[in-house]
């Protein structure tokens, strides 16, 4: 009796703490929390985050994957910006548009890591 009694606790205690890690990860396709526009001028590259459910403290990287003619562009890591819920930030970055493919993502505590290829 002790031996069943000390089974039925044990799954029960691992039924609970399963519970959260179950409820974490969710059921069905993963949708974007966020989109980035991408648009220049003479002077640079605005980078425009829209959140379509992403918030808080969130970080912009991006690195040039191919399609530069001469020079590499520079890579840009973990840059901060606070994202308000359903709203937009812009990022702007010195420099001329290269025609670059770039590997970019923007990462936040609400709403994940999404990935984008922009062209800039």
Same mark, same amino acid.
């Given at each position: 009796?002790?031996?069943?009694?000390?089974?039925?606790?044990?799954?029960g205690v691992t039924a609970?703490?399963?519970?959260?890690?179950?409820?974490?990860?969710?059921a069905?396709?993963?949708?974007?929390?966020?989109?980035? $526009?991408? =648009?220049?001028?003479?002077?640079?590259?605005? *980078?425009?985050?829209n959140s %379509?459910?992403?918030?808080?403290?969130?970080f912009y990287?991006?690195e040039?994957w191919?399609g530069?003619q001469?020079?590499k562009?520079?890579?840009v890591?973990?840059?901060p910006?606070?994202?308000q819920a $359903?709203? =937009?930030h812009?990022?702007w970055f010195?420099? *001329?548009q290269?025609?670059t %493919?770039w590997?970019?993502?923007?990462?936040?505590?609400?709403?994940?890591?999404?990935?984008?290829?922009?062209?800039?």
């Open positions: 009796m002790k031996r069943k009694l000390t089974a039925s606790i044990l799954a609970v703490l399963a519970a959260p890690a179950l409820a974490l990860t969710g069905g396709t993963a949708h974007a929390a966020s989109t980035i $526009n991408t =648009s220049s001028d003479a002077f640079g590259v605005t *980078v425009q985050i %379509t459910g992403s918030e808080g403290l969130c990287s991006a040039p191919f530069w001469t020079v562009p520079l890579p890591y973990k840059v910006f606070h994202l $359903n709203q =937009s812009n990022l010195p420099g *001329v290269t025609g %493919t590997k970019a993502k923007v990462e936040c505590p609400v709403g994940g890591t999404d990935y984008f290829n922009p062209i800039y």
